[in-house]
């Protein structure tokens, strides 16, 4: 199942959907974006996605990544949302 990985700066820069093969792979990507902005790796979790879970993100203040997995459904550009500033 293919995912997509999308992040950026919220207000600011939003960089290309990347889109990766498994969600195992997009999960440790996400988490390495996640940890170059200074993050704790415990404390942003997971990034894997599935049949029950169609999207995980995380955001802060600043910053934003999130994975959606791309089976067909009409989920939406994640970044829509998350790249408004709160």
């Known amino acids: 199942m293919k ?3 999308e992040f950026g ?3 600011g820069r939003h960089v290309d ?3 990766l093969p498994t969600p195992k792979l997009a999960d440790q990507l996400a988490r390495g974006i996640a940890f170059t902005y200074g993050r704790d790796m ?3 979790g997971e990034f894997l996605v599935g049949k029950d879970c169609p999207r995980q ?3 802060s203040s600043t910053h934003f990544v999130s994975v959606t997995r791309l089976d067909g459904s009409q989920q939406g550009a994640a970044s829509g949302k998350l ?3 709160p």
């Open 83 to 85: 790249w408004k500033t």
């Open 3 to 5: 995912v997509v990985i």
């Open 9 to 11: 700066i919220r207000g």
């Open 57 to 59: 993100t995380w955001t």
């Open 17 to 19: 959907n990347i889109i």
């Open 42 to 44: 415990q404390k942003v």
